[in-house]
């Protein structure tokens, strides 16, 4: 299934050495003609980094997509009821907010965003990015590959040698993870190396 003018809710969460990456994907999901809803986590709008300034940041993001992004919860909510995405999708995910979506914790605007899309029965795709995948967050992966409606970019190890238990999604598998999603399956393979 094709990506153009689609409605797709693109969350951003707090995996800051990655965020370069998110903006490559926002800037492909772009080219394919989709309607982009911006969804960007409290921390990512408001901490500043050694990767990015908040205020940067937010503003790229505005300049690829033209609107602003929503920050918080009340803002998130609607999401559900007014039925405003045919996906949405969290890239980067970080463990933490996966950890929230498994629980079904909704303290963020990301989370929010992820609970209110999904009771519309409508595909939720996570590009993970977690130093405890292969630890604490493990469990979590594997509850949410099992959920209906969700699915993953394919991920690998990201430094099996230094960070033992650490995954990073596949960013440039975003668009053909998407297009599977949206017919209901998960692009395989979905563990790569």
């Given at each position: 299934?094709k990506l153009a003018d689609k409605k797709i809710g693109f969350a951003i969460t707090g995996s800051f050495c990655t965020l370069k990456h998110a903006l490559i994907m926002l800037e ?166």
């Open positions: 299934m492909n999901l772009k080219n394919t003609k989709c309607d982009i809803i911006p969804i960007i986590s409290e921390n990512v709008a408001t901490l500043d980094t050694r990767f990015f300034q908040a205020s940067d940041f937010v503003a790229r993001v505005v300049e690829i997509t033209g609107k602003q992004p929503i920050t918080t919860i009340p803002a998130a909510e609607p999401i559900g009821p007014q039925k405003l995405l045919d996906m949405l999708i969290i890239a980067p995910c970080t463990g933490n907010s996966l950890a929230k979506i498994n629980y079904g914790i909704t303290d963020t605007a990301v989370t929010m965003s992820a609970k209110a899309h999904l009771r519309n029965g409508k595909p939720l795709l996570i590009a993970i990015s977690t130093n405890d995948g292969l630890s604490n967050n493990a469990k979590n992966i594997g509850h949410l590959m099992n959920a209906k409606n969700i699915f993953f970019v394919p991920f690998r190890q990201d430094d099996p040698i230094k960070k033992c238990t650490s995954l990073v999604a596949d960013f440039s598998l975003l668009l053909p993870a998407a297009e599977a999603a949206l017919e209901g399956k998960q692009l395989q393979p979905v563990l790569i190396n």
